[in-house]
């Protein structure tokens, strides 16, 4: 047994530290996450609003190395597509996400959806292209949710030292 004063109260301390740590994370996390998903949800959103379906050919696949803190580095790729708008434009833009090597070529063609406003702003037509955004806007709510959680717990945590 501890027989110092204030003992008791040693554990509990511990805890609050815990949770208001693991609360602003999730509250910072979530912010971000949120913020950012729901700015592509209104670039996707704007972009299937005003789209119109193309079919682009890819004309390079950019290499990129991603470090990783665990494991190999990872190297993605990136297709450039050019593509001909409605107006009869020739664009050039690079298709949003990343790929391993085997699922592009170059010559390969590939159905998109560009933004009659901004024809820069390019999406993969395809479904998972159009939801990804969501995933990203529903993690970031959920981390808030965490976040708010555990902040709520620290303070019941600390009303109850006080006890």
Known sequence: MTSYPGARHRGRLTWLKGFVIVSLAGLFLGGVLTVTGGQAVARTNHALDNGEVAVATVVE?????????????????????????????????QLPGRADSSEYTIGETVEIIYDR???????????????????????????LCVGAGFGIGALIVRSNRRR
């Open 117 to 143: 406003t901004d024809p820069q702003n390019i999406l993969k037509n395809q479904a998972s292209a159009a939801q990804r955004p969501y995933f990203t806007l529903f993690t970031g709510i959920f981390a």
């Open 61 to 93: 696949v950019s290499e990129t190395i991603s470090h990783r803190r665990r494991g190999p580095d990872k190297t993605v790729y990136t297709p450039l597509v050019q593509y001909r708008t409605i107006d009869g434009d020739v664009e050039s833009a």
